[in-house]
Each structure stands twice: as structure tokens, then as C-alpha cells.
């Protein structure tokens, strides 16, 4: 007989125990995890991931950039499944968590159901997104742009590492090219569940965030051409340094971006002279720039603000520089209803939470640009990931999982 939906609790010791089976794909000998998109430690990860599915009484899709799908039946198999999950990739010195429990913990949520006998009214589907991290392959989060519609499947497959092989080839070796075009496959809705990859839910002492935006982003590309000479011979006033100048420009972001904070950060996180010597003047000099903000209108006004700033600085130093935005997202807004389910689980169970803001890139923002999606976090330690040290502790992946059951039983509807 069906238990009870409304105090249904998913099983820590199982969720637990699978993030840290599964962890043994690429295990580091720091305790973190190496598992780059399509490799073989990839493959060790999605076959176990699809055999644990199909226990599960799933029926395993995957579609043409070898996402992984896994559909629960509901009672109305004319509604589009609601769609929970996260990635199972990881960065070159990743962690056992980032991705990993949103999608393990999305599993957890078959596994109790089934277990409860609850059948939803709505099919519910366990995503495993294709290169969510972007270190093998560029860009990140390839899988769910294409199914956004940001770019075309053959554009991604022809993509390739930097040992040349393309990511269709890297599918073939694998065996997880799918014969399912991208999208084809129709989510009514999303939810994913991850760590906070930042500090702010630890320093409260909160145990879920729910997430209502993700920071919208503005990339430049920069160059400076100052005149590079003796370091001993040129005088002070002669000299074009286009490092000199670079270090105006850093603090020029530096404050541009608190004073529109909290709300915003600018970075310079790349920088290389061109054929540096010691005693030298640094003629020649490019460098990277990025401006984040969860507010549209924010992002404008850095962006409006930092090209006359730029000027002025070039002017004054009597160097060039050629300053181009390469790429542009907005801030998302997600889902208010979803949010509002998220929040409702989360206080029917108890857990202490606080809206937040995504300060990373995740799948579910580029689902937001197609289907009601939000996001659920929970507190890493020191707020680190992508490292080796990335850590969380049990009881808050449990509460994250059991938020993430419930958000979705009251999305996905009980079957009467
Ligand atoms: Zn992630």
C-alpha cells in the first residue's frame, strides 16, 4: 500500500552511499575526483548510472550529445515529465559533490517513491547533462545550450579538445552517442539540486538556499599596445607601459565594481605580455575581463561605465586599447512558481533557508530560457569547489534531496 506523500523522507544512508560509490570513477588521491566529460572514467560513471536507473524501473534515453535521460511512468504519460537532475563530469581536480548530488539525488527520489509505492500524477525524468563543466570541451554546459537552442548539435559534436578529438568522436568511444535528436525529448519542468559553490550559506548557518536567480555575465577580451623599451635608458614621462597601464584598468573594474555592489563583481583573470624580459618595458600585453550581476540594469551601467573609464586611462598613457565583448547572458530570473514549491518544501520540512543567487553557470539556466526551472542549494564547506577539498556533510545533501523530493511530488502532483 502507497504511504503517505506528505511525510515521505528519501534515504540518507542510500544517497550517501551511492555519491561515495560512485566517487571510486576517477578518485584522486587527495579524496576528490578527475571524471573530464566523455572519458573513460565518464563511461565507468554513466554505466553504472544507467544500470541504476533501469533497477529503478526508468526507461534510459539518450539523445545525440549523450544525455542521459531517465523516465519515471506517471498516471498521465501525455504530460511532459518533470525534469530533476544535475551532471556527473567533473573538473580536472573536481570534488565528489558539484553536479554529482543533484543528479544521485535525483535518483534518491526514484528509489523512495518506489519504495513508498507513490505513483505522480506527471512522469518525472532523472537528467545526467553532457559537459556541464566545460574544462574538456568549450562551452560548458554544451548539452542543455543546444536543448535551449543556443547552438545547433552538429556545431557542438564538431567541437573538439585539446588532443584535437571532437566531442562526436569522444561519444563513439564511449558508446553513448544516442540516436535521439536533442529535444526531442519535451520537460515540462525543472529543478536541480546543488552545492552552493560560495560561502553565504555557511556563514548564516543555513541549511537549504533557494535559488531565484543565476548572475548574468559579460565577457571582454582585451589588448594593449603601449611601446615597449630600455628600462634603464627611457625616462619616466617618455614611457607607453601597457602594463602600467593594465594595473589602472584592474583597479578601474575593482571599483566600478563595488560601487555597484553588493549586487556585482568584476574580475581580470588572464593576463599575458607579450615577450617579457626584465628590463624591458612592457610593450605589448592582452588580457581577459569579466563583469557578473544578477540585476539586467547593473550589468548595463558597468558596461557603460568602463568604456570612457578605459578611454580616459589610453588617453592619458598615450597607449591603444582594444577592449571587445566576446559574450553576453542576461541574468536569469527563475520560475516564480517553482521557487514558491521549493520554499513550501523546504518550510513544511523545517529547514532553515534564505533566497540566493547563483553566482555560477548551471544547466538549469539555460532550462529556465525554455521551461519554468529553479534550483535548490545546499552549503559546501568554506564555500569551495571545483578543488579536491570540495566537501559537504550528510545531513544537509539529505535535506537537499528530501527538498528536492517534495518540490517535485507537489510539481509532478500523487496519482489518487
Ligand atoms: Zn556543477
Given at each position: 500500500m502507497a504511504q503517505n506523500a506528505s511525510n515521505l523522507q528519501i534515504d540518507s544512508a542510500r544517497l550517501w552511499g551511492a555519491i561515495h560509490e560512485t566517487a571510486q570513477f576517477g578518485a584522486t588521491p587527495k579524496g576528490g575526483v578527475r571524471r573530464l566529460t566523455l572519458g573513460p572514467e565518464d563511461k565507468q560513471v554513466r554505466d553504472w548510472f544507467r544500470a541504476a536507473c533501469e533497477a529503478a524501473g526508468c526507461e534510459v534515453r539518450i539523445d545525440?550529445?549523450?544525455?542521459?535521460?531517465?523516465?519515471?511512468?506517471?498516471?498521465?504519460?501525455?504530460?511532459?515529465p518533470i525534469g530533476l537532475g544535475s551532471h556527473l563530469d567533473t573538473q580536472p581536480t573536481g570534488g565528489k559533490y558539484d553536479g554529482i548530488l543533484g543528479t544521485l539525488a535525483a535518483l534518491e527520489v526514484v528509489r523512495t517513491l518506489n519504495d513508498a509505492g507513490i505513483e505522480t500524477e506527471t512522469p518525472i525524468c532523472i537528467v545526467n547533462w553532457t559537459n556541464e563543466e566545460g574544462s574538456r570541451f568549450q562551452p560548458a554546459m554544451m548539452a542543455s545550450a543546444v536543448y535551449a537552442g543556443d547552438?545547433?548539435?552538429?556545431?557542438?559534436?564538431?567541437?573538439?579538445?585539446?588532443?584535437?578529438?571532437s566531442v562526436?568522436?569522444?561519444?563513439?568511444?564511449?558508446?553513448?552517442?544516442?540516436?535521439?535528436?536533442?529535444?526531442?525529448?519535451?520537460l515540462g519542468s525543472f529543478v536541480e539540486l546543488h552545492i552552493e559553490q560560495?560561502?553565504?550559506?555557511?556563514?548564516?548557518?543555513?541549511?537549504?538556499?533557494?535559488?531565484?536567480?543565476g548572475q548574468g555575465m559579460i565577457w571582454y577580451n582585451g589588448t594593449i599596445t603601449g611601446f615597449a623599451s630600455h628600462a634603464g635608458s627611457t625616462p619616466m614621462p617618455l614611457r607607453r607601459d601597457a602594463l602600467a597601464t593594465l594595473s589602472e584598468i584592474v583597479l578601474t573594474v575593482e571599483k566600478l565594481a563595488k560601487e555597484h555592489g553588493p549586487n556585482a563583481v568584476g574580475t581580470i583573470g588572464e593576463a599575458v605580455i607579450q615577450n617579457p624580459s626584465r628590463n624591458v618595458i612592457?610593450?605589448?600585453?592582452?588580457?581577459?575581463?569579466?563583469?557578473?550581476?544578477?540585476?539586467?540594469?547593473?550589468?548595463?551601467?558597468?558596461?557603460?561605465?568602463?568604456?570612457?573609464?578605459?578611454?580616459?586611462?589610453?588617453?592619458?598613457?598615450?597607449?591603444?586599447?582594444?577592449l571587445k565583448t566576446i559574450w553576453r547572458k542576461e541574468p536569469t530570473h527563475f520560475d516564480a512558481n517553482v521557487i514558491k514549491a521549493i520554499e513550501t518544501a523546504t518550510n513544511a520540512l523545517g529547514y532553515s533557508n534564505r533566497r540566493v543567487t547563483s553566482g555560477?553557470?548551471?544547466?538549469?539556466?539555460?532550462?529556465?530560457?525554455?521551461?519554468?526551472?529553479?534550483?535548490?542549494?545546499?552549503?559546501?564547506?568554506?564555500?569551495?569547489?571545483?578543488?579536491?577539498?570540495?566537501?559537504?556533510?550528510?545531513?544537509?545533501?539529505?535535506?537537499?534531496?528530501?527538498?528536492?523530493?517534495?518540490?517535485?511530488?507537489?510539481?509532478?502532483?500523487?496519482?489518487?
Open positions: 545525440a550529445l549523450g544525455t542521459m535521460f531517465g523516465i519515471r511512468r506517471g498516471r498521465d504519460m501525455s504530460r511532459a547552438f545547433t548539435t552538429d556545431d557542438i559534436l564538431a567541437r573538439t579538445d585539446a588532443e584535437g578529438i562526436g568522436q569522444a561519444l563513439d568511444s564511449i558508446g553513448y552517442r544516442g540516436a535521439e535528436p536533442v529535444g526531442q525529448l519535451k560560495g560561502p553565504i550559506l555557511e556563514a548564516e548557518n543555513k541549511t537549504i538556499g533557494v535559488v531565484d536567480h612592457a610593450g605589448d600585453l592582452t588580457f581577459t575581463m569579466e563583469f557578473r550581476s544578477s540585476d539586467e540594469e547593473t550589468l548595463a551601467k558597468l558596461d557603460r561605465a568602463l568604456h570612457p573609464a578605459v578611454a580616459e586611462i589610453a588617453a592619458r598613457r598615450k597607449v591603444t586599447v582594444d555560477a553557470g548551471h544547466d538549469a539556466c539555460n532550462m529556465n530560457g525554455v521551461m519554468p526551472t529553479a534550483m535548490i542549494f545546499v552549503p559546501c564547506k568554506d564555500g569551495v569547489s571545483h578543488n579536491e577539498l570540495e566537501d559537504a556533510t550528510q545531513p544537509d545533501c539529505t535535506a537537499g534531496a528530501n527538498v528536492l523530493l517534495h518540490t517535485v511530488l507537489s510539481l509532478a502532483g500523487v496519482a489518487q
